[in-house]
């Protein structure tokens, strides 16, 4: 089992800058893929972002040079660092783990993106 916990959403101006984070309640050491999704009124899920164990990164095209995934081991968090938001990305953003081949979800944080 894998619980994971989101923080740092928000209501930002266009062109400013949001920080998520998502804690894991184990090592993300043994978990092979963390991502950040995110879901808009009336739309399906999306990846946003996500990162391996070793580091490898990729990310949705009109996320790309605006958003940074990372991931800290030793507090067993992965950041989505948010530059130059835009009022499109606004949604509720999600967490996921794949741990032993399962997903985990976190419950989402709102963010909001208006001037």
């Known amino acids: 089992q894998v619980q994971l916990v989101e923080s740092g959403g928000g209501l930002v101006q266009p062109g400013g800058s949001l920080r998520l984070s998502c804690a894991a309640s184990?090592?993300?050491?043994?978990?092979?893929?963390m991502g950040w999704y995110r879901q808009a009124p009336g739309k399906q899920r999306d990846l946003v972002a996500a990162i391996t164990s070793d580091g490898n990164t990729n990310y949705a095209d009109s996320v790309k040079d605006r958003f940074t995934i990372s991931r800290d081991n030793a507090k067993n968090t992965v950041y989505l660092q948010m530059n130059s938001l835009k009022p499109e990305d606004t949604a509720v953003y999600y967490c996921?783990?794949?741990?032993?081949?399962?997903?985990?979800w976190g419950q989402g944080t709102q963010v909001t993106v208006s001037s």
């Open positions: 184990l090592s993300i050491f043994s978990i092979n893929y």
């Open positions: 996921n783990a794949i741990y032993r081949l399962r997903h985990y």
